[in-house]
């Protein structure tokens, strides 16, 4: 289990959640300083950090966390969360969500709660770097067409946490970090960098993304309000008009979702067993879950040959060979076979989709951290807190 | 209405656009047929001297007119003036070409001519306006500069190293990074009411 936590005092008269940084790092001159990269997937549900030091390819730290902030609910018992702590993170913060106010820092892939991303980032830096005295630079991945206000908001929440920062579009830095480095320059192995078609399906937004060896313009991405959240709340939705006042939590319809998703035909029986005040019941829900995720198929694929059709003509063959599914998303079974199906049954030419596989969480921080590694000097935002 | 393309020195992306009258239109990339063979492609190299068609001094003269226009363009949209960009492009520009072809044949001044005129221009707009990005500060800084010398040393303004072209087929990040920037730049620009 991962977990994030920085354990901090309650104050005798603040406010609770009105706090300082929690890591106040000497005064010391940059030349002084370790310098860390990170690759930091800040996702709608779950975010990935890989950290480093800036030369070779060593990886010190590599944890992906719930993107959740708890803060201590008024009048809790002294020792009922380890030191006292009044902010948590993470795993940790789900583990004592009870004794906590849960606060979602992103929806839809952007901040919608900064006062709730800055503590998140902050107290990422310190998983980073307990110390809290290093140089601290770090690529952050955002939705594809992100607003100049999302980007504003990361920065904003990043500022006084972190030096320098980059922020780059997350099916880019999939691309980046889906690349397999070791065979670059081999005859048979086609570098997604060059020419592939990334469809990453988080929990916010799902973002497609057309990249041929440049840098894609606004017009070679294209990003959807609809995602793993939305499904989830299709499902909800339709379990709460069957079965009215049936208590199951967001959680627990994501988790149902998480283990029985699936894209195509309808598929029945799936029964899934539930408490529904406090009695087990088992309900039927495989059309329930297929009219759900399907959804997500029906936005997607218009997106996606919208992207093939900008592609130029003579790189299009290579391209449908290519086409890479990632994210959370990429675990709803059949995804890639439906998507792919569909293609050739419109007529696309020997179309090849396929999802990145078990590391499906760690390729936008991989990304990442490579492009950490490989940004010139002068490439760096400088951050004003 | 234009080409993505890339610049042969920098490796930047460009897009190519083209007048709406008299010249060659097409949407983007291959959404449609284009009505003539497409001669820049991604990642490949442009002959940057265009204007070598013929020797004659009248018709060099002409064609450096055109040429000129054509950067007028390019910098009204690069500096976010689409709707005046169109206007010139439409108008005085149009009337230039087919004046031109008028005298010299249809054959004159070929599309993919004009295409590489529009490519070398907006490369020409995009680095003039950054130089003036750089240098703008540096000049209003001067008499403050001129008082406490020492200081302005102090703030070097940092000149970016020329742009790499990528590896054959293997992009370097530092090329991709400088198109996304350039690219937040230039988004960044307030755009003209008018600009559709």
């Known amino acids: 289990m991962t977990t994030a936590t920085t354990i901090e005092k309650k104050p005798l008269t603040a406010t609770p959640n009105v706090e300082r940084p929690a890591e106040a790092a000497p005064a010391r001159r940059p030349a002084d300083k370790k310098r860390v990269l990170v690759g930091f997937d800040l996702g709608t549900n779950a975010s990935c950090v890989l950290a480093g030091p800036a030369d070779g390819r060593d990886i010190a730290v590599s944890k992906v966390i719930p993107t959740v902030v708890g803060y201590a609910r008024e009048g809790l018992v002294d020792g009922i969360i380890a030191n006292n702590a009044t902010t948590l993170i993470g795993d940790e913060a789900l583990q004592h969500r009870l004794q906590l106010r849960m606060v979602a820092p992103l929806e839809d892939g952007i901040i919608a709660h900064a006062a709730a991303a800055r503590d998140f980032i902050r107290r990422v830096r310190v998983v980073i770097d307990p110390s809290g005295t290093a140089e601290i630079r770090a690529v952050i991945g955002v939705p594809a067409n992100a607003g100049n206000t999302a980007r504003e908001d990361i920065r904003t929440g990043a500022a006084g946490v972190f030096d320098r920062v980059l922020l780059i579009p997350e099916p880019f830095l999939a691309a980046l970090g889906f690349r397999d480095d070791t065979r670059l320059g081999q005859a048979n192995y086609v570098d997604p960098v060059t020419n592939s078609l990334f469809i990453d399906i988080g929990g916010g937004t799902s973002d497609l993304c057309l990249i041929q060896g440049f840098f894609p313009t606004p017009e070679d991405q294209v990003s959807l309000a609809f995602a793993g959240d939305a499904i989830d709340k299709l499902i909800e939705d339709d379990l709460q008009r069957t079965y009215p006042n049936n208590g199951l939590s967001r959680a627990t319809v994501r988790q149902i979702k998480e283990e029985h998703s699936y894209v195509g035909p309808i598929r029945k029986p799936i029964d899934v067993k539930v408490l529904i005040g406090g009695k087990s019941h088992t309900l039927e829900l495989g059309e329930v879950i297929g009219r759900a995720c399907n959804q997500l198929l029906d936005r997607i694929y218009p997106a996606l040959t919208g992207l093939i059709a900008r592609a130029p003509s003579d790189s299009v063959a290579q391209l449908l060979q290519n086409i890479v599914i990632t994210g959370g998303g990429s675990r709803i079974r059949g995804i890639d076979t439906v998507l792919q199906q569909r293609l050739a049954d419109e007529g696309y030419e020997s179309p090849k989709v396929r999802v990145a596989g078990p590391e499906y969480k760690r390729f936008v921080a991989v990304g990442a951290l490579k492009a950490a590694r490989g940004a010139r000097e002068d490439q760096w935002q400088h951050l004003l807190a | ?196």
């Not at chain 2, 960009?85 to 009337?95: D, N, T, V, Y």
């Not at chain 2, 530092?174 to 690219?183: E, G, K, R, V």
């Open chain 2, 1 to 196: 209405m234009g080409w993505l393309a890339r610049s042969g020195a920098e490796g930047r992306v460009i897009r190519v656009e083209f007048p709406r009258a008299g010249l060659a239109t097409g949407p983007a990339r291959n959404t449609a047929e284009p009505k003539v063979p497409a001669v820049v492609d991604s990642g490949k190299s442009i002959a940057l001297n265009a204007i070598h068609h013929s020797d004659r001094p009248v018709d060099v003269e002409e064609r450096r007119g055109v040429a000129r226009l054509i950067r007028r363009v390019c910098l009204l949209r690069e500096q976010g003036e689409v709707a005046d960009a169109e206007k010139l492009q439409a108008g005085e520009l149009a009337r230039a070409i087919r004046d031109h072809r008028l005298q010299h044949g249809p054959d004159s001044l070929p599309e993919s001519e004009l295409r590489e005129l529009y490519v070398v221009e907006a490369r020409r707009a995009a680095d003039a306006l950054a130089l003036a990005e750089l240098l703008i500060p540096q000049l209003t800084r001067q008499p403050t500069a001129a008082r406490t010398r020492s200081e302005a040393v102090a703030i070097p303004v940092p000149m970016p190293p020329a742009v790499r072209m990528p590896e054959a087929g293997v992009p370097a990040i530092p090329d991709l990074l400088d198109a996304m920037l350039a690219a937040e730049r230039k988004a960044r620009r307030p755009m003209p009411a008018s600009a559709h």
